[in-house]
């Protein structure tokens, strides 16, 4: 599989979104390669986006690595317990990017459960299994991702995106979670995810 490259990034957000799904994202870390295949993801279309950080030109501390580079990671807390996971994307000064919501676990499974659950695999229930990777917060954990790597750049060598395995799946798109103090925004159907993959997030389940 290749490496992603800025050009990918370099593109209308939407656009980047809808092409993340069934690519893979690596980490290096501790020793290990981990890898899973991106099933869900969120366009944030920066200053006119109630729903997102940039909305309005907004710039604080918190927020000016979306105004990096495309390919640049931007990495944040939320309820102050979990990391988000980003991509910017469009062009430098633009302040827009895409949330990765979903993974399906691929590589060293094994560890990833560990650092999620910090179990062995074979110890955990059928709910487990489930909720590895399924939601933004999870797959960071399980991913061993942390602010640490804010404005990593993807298209380095340590946290990165990659092709995956040429595979034909429909892709859903609907309205944005979690984001119910966005107005009117909250209904863009700026979210993504391929159809019927268990690593999708549950709360998208009818």
């Keep these: 599989m290749t490496k992603l490259n800025r050009e990918f990034y370099s593109r209308d957000t939407i656009t980047v979104a809808k092409d993340l799904l069934g690519k893979v994202l690596v980490h290096k870390t501790e020793g290990y390669i981990l890898k899973g295949k991106i099933v869900e993801t969120e366009a944030y279309l920066g200053i006119e ?32 317990m979990y990391n988000c996971l980003n991509s910017i994307t469009v062009e430098e000064g633009v302040p827009e990017g895409v949330l990765i919501r979903g993974i399906e676990p691929v590589k060293n499974i094994d560890q990833m459960v560990k ?3 910090d179990k062995k695999i074979e110890e955990l229930t059928k709910y487990e299994i489930n909720n590895i990777s399924n ?28 092709t995956g395995k040429d595979k034909e799946f429909n892709i859903v798109e609907t309205s944005r979670i979690g984001i119910d103090y966005a107005e009117e925004a909250k209904y863009f159907p700026y979210r993504f995810y391929i159809e019927n993959n268990p690593y999708v997030s549950k709360v998208l389940k009818k």
Excluded: Q
């Design 115 to 117: 650092y999620r659950f």
């Design 135 to 162: 939601g933004p917060g999870k797959l960071t954990m399980a991913l061993n991702i942390d602010r640490r790597l804010n404005k990593e750049d993807l298209c380095g060598d340590r946290l990165y995106i990659e």
């Design 49 to 80: 986006d109630k729903a997102s950080h940039s909305y309005g030109g907004r710039k604080t501390k918190r927020v000016e690595t979306m105004y990096d580079k495309p390919g640049t990671a931007y990495i944040y807390l939320i309820w102050g």
